[in-house]
């Protein structure tokens, strides 16, 4: 029995010693427990805060978003315009650079015919006359 004893002993004091060393590893456990509660209060208040900046900012984006997408028609709408205006400026261009040419033709032609007219009604006047 006495073997018995010592190893009943042993184990006991063994058991006293664990004891005595798990203490300040579980007062230490319970410090971070607690200090790891307050910070989640701390960090859950302040998040708060910045999770409702944060859906009013998307919700400001969203209408930023949604207006630029109604303006985008617009745009291109006005961009269409722009092109037609564009081509008919193009037209007019060649519709005056054919009339120009067609003038400056025409004036050359129509000073010769002027010239000749003269020279013609002066010598039926002179005939006449003559």
């Known amino acids: 029995m006495l073997f018995l004893e010592i190893t009943s002993a042993v184990t006991a004091l063994t058991l006293v010693v664990l004891a005595f060393c798990l ?7 319970k410090q971070t ?10 960090l859950q208040l302040e998040l708060k805060p910045l999770i409702k900046d944060l859906r009013d900012t ?7 978003t949604n207006s630029a997408a109604a303006n985008a028609d617009g745009i ?8 037609h205006a564009g081509h008919n400026i193009r037209m007019i ?3 005056i650079g054919v009339a120009s040419t ?3 033709g ?3 032609w129509l000073t010769g015919a ?3 007219g003269k020279f013609i009604a002066d010598r039926l006047l002179k005939k006449k006359g003559g």
């Open 58 to 64: 998307v919700a400001d984006v969203k209408v930023v």
């Open 93 to 95: 261009n060649r519709v």
């Open 114 to 116: 002027r010239v000749a």
């Open 23 to 29: 203490i300040p590893v579980l007062l230490e456990l």
């Open 102 to 104: 067609i003038v400056s």
């Open 76 to 83: 291109n709408l006005f961009m269409e315009e722009l092109g």
């Open 106 to 108: 025409s004036s050359g």
């Open 33 to 42: 427990a607690i200090s790891l509660r307050t910070f989640s209060d701390t």
